[in-house]
């Protein structure tokens, strides 16, 4: 089974700041897609970035990055310019290839962002 | 309007009694999911459906049934709710014909908070 761990329970970071998330996950698996989610105090998940374990390029989508370290399972957000309304959940999601399309999720990480 | 809508958004019961939270979908998607979230653990799949047909337990289907109604529906019911039920509960579809950037993308609705009491 895969699991996926987010040691930072809660960051802080100041406007106009970068700050990084960490990801890590365990599987066996060769072929599998990587996802950050967003949760908003409103809490709708909002998709951030997709990463297919088979690039080695990084995704990257606005200010929002990652670093996708296939060799050591890691799979980090960087969040450049951080904006206020970046304050949120965020969530990294696991989800094997082929035709089985089931997401397993990290804990969580309470991003705040301060003036 | 939402192309995932789940009802009610809010929902307060009393143990053992019976409860279903729905969610319906217009993106056209044959796959659609249930999920809780639980402070401190994330998200957890409940059951998955991949069509009409087709229904599958997740990793905590225990207390809890489906019904897939149609494409476009897909319910979650508590037959017998108790208050470690307490949670927020998420409705998602995904299309695995999509190709290229958005390939197994899954689509969340706004969720729905339950509290057994």
């Known amino acids: 089974a895969q699991t996926v761990t987010q040691s930072q329970p809660e960051m802080s970071v100041q406007e106009a700041e970068t700050v990084t998330l960490s990801c890590t996950y365990d599987?066996?698996?060769?072929?599998?897609?990587l996802f950050w989610y967003k949760q908003p105090p409103s809490r709708q998940m909002i998709l951030v970035i997709r990463?297919?374990?088979?690039?080695?390029q990084n995704a990257t989508e606005n200010r929002f990055s990652v670093n996708f370290q296939k060799a050591a399972k890691s799979f980090s957000l960087k969040i450049s310019d951080s904006q206020l309304g970046d304050t949120a959940m965020y969530f990294c999601?696991?989800?094997?290839?082929?035709?089985?399309?089931?997401?397993?999720f990290g804990t969580g990480t309470r991003l705040q962002v301060t003036l | 309007d939402a192309d995932v809508t789940q009802t009610p958004r809010n929902r307060i019961t009393k143990t053992g009694k019976r409860i279903m939270l729905e969610c319906s979908q217009t993106?056209?998607?044959?796959?659609m999911y249930w999920y809780r979230q639980d402070p401190g653990l994330g998200l957890r799949l409940i059951y998955y459906?991949?069509?009409?047909?087709?229904?599958n337990k997740g990793e905590i289907s225990d207390g809890y049934s489906v019904s897939r109604q149609a494409q476009a529906k897909f319910s979650l019911s508590l037959e017998s709710a108790i208050p470690n039920q307490t949670a927020l509960y998420f409705c998602?579809?995904?299309?695995?014909?999509?190709?290229?950037?958005?390939?197994?993308?899954?689509?969340f609705g706004a969720g729905t908070r339950l509290s057994v009491l």
């Open positions: 993106k056209g998607h044959d796959r």
């Open positions: 459906s991949f069509d009409v047909k087709d229904i």
């Open positions: 990463q297919e374990a088979y690039k080695q």
């Open positions: 998602a579809t995904s299309d695995p014909r999509t190709q290229g950037a958005a390939k197994n993308i899954q689509y």
């Open positions: 999601a696991f989800m094997r290839g082929g035709t089985a399309s089931k997401l397993t």
């Open positions: 599987t066996s698996e060769s072929n599998y897609y």
